[in-house]
């Protein structure tokens, strides 16, 4: 049985004023055990339902293994397409399933032509058991259009820092049992190859697909 990741968290600026609000989103852990904090800085009402970058996060120029094992450049894919990146891995016991569950329901909830500039990339950051026809077996359970990737625990890595996502490497305990601390924000980059808004444990469906609306 696998235990629940520890926490880690990510600060997120919200606005054009970096620090106007902070969100700590926590590696596998519910809604209730994120903490958020307030500054008293007035921001305009975003047009998002997630939540908006005070400063946009270009989507990751690196090249990554598909589950075929073949190279998959992420940016040459993401090229006039709105790209749904989430970092995480198939054992994972929560927020993992649940995301890919609601992006799929958010999907389709999508017009068919909007949903046609949309595509959604799940990267592993359990590379070691997450083989291609693990990860492409357990994307089919949500949306079979999904793109699996993985890569080596380095690439991994500098595909989630320049995707400003906090990740650690697996760490197996003394009793065997495996953890992965990941950030639980779908990284939402627009056709321009930018993340304007992430989407934080929480949001729902219906949310993230007004969203999407917005972006396509």
């Known amino acids: 049985m696998m235990l629940r990741s520890a926490r880690i968290a990510r600060l997120v600026p919200a606005a054009a004023a970096a620090g106007a609000l902070a969100v700590f989103?926590?590696?596998?852990a519910s809604p209730s055990q994120e903490v958020a904090s307030?500054?008293?800085v007035q921001q305009p009402a975003s047009k998002y339902k997630g939540t908006?970058?005070?400063i946009p996060t270009p989507i990751p120029p690196v090249t990554l293994t598909d589950v075929d094992g073949k190279?998959?450049?992420l940016k040459a894919h993401?090229?006039?397409k709105v790209t749904l990146v989430y970092f995480g891995y198939t054992h994972c016991p929560d927020e993992c399933?649940?995301?890919m569950a609601d992006v799929a329901a958010a999907l389709r909830l999508t017009p068919a032509d909007k949903r046609a500039k949309v595509q959604v990339v799940f990267v592993t950051t359990d590379p070691e058991r997450d083989t291609g026809p693990v990860i492409k077996d357990w994307l089919s359970k949500f949306d079979p259009s999904f793109i699996g990737l993985t890569g080596t625990v380095q690439?991994?890595?500098d595909a989630a820092r320049l995707a400003a996502t906090p990740v650690e490497p697996p760490k197996k305990g003394a009793d065997g049992k495996i953890e992965v601390d990941h950030g639980t924000q779908v990284n939402a980059f627009g056709t321009d190859g930018v993340a304007h808004v992430v989407w934080l444990s929480g949001v729902t469906a219906k949310?993230?697909?007004h969203d999407i609306a917005l972006l396509t």
Request: hydrophobic letters at 35%.
């Open 207 to 209: 949310d993230i697909a």
């Open 97 to 99: 399933p649940t995301t």
């Open 78 to 80: 993401a090229a006039g």
């Open 71 to 73: 190279p998959y450049d």
């Open 38 to 40: 307030v500054s008293n």
């Open 52 to 54: 908006e970058l005070g």
């Open 155 to 157: 690439q991994v890595d």
């Open 25 to 28: 989103s926590a590696a596998c």
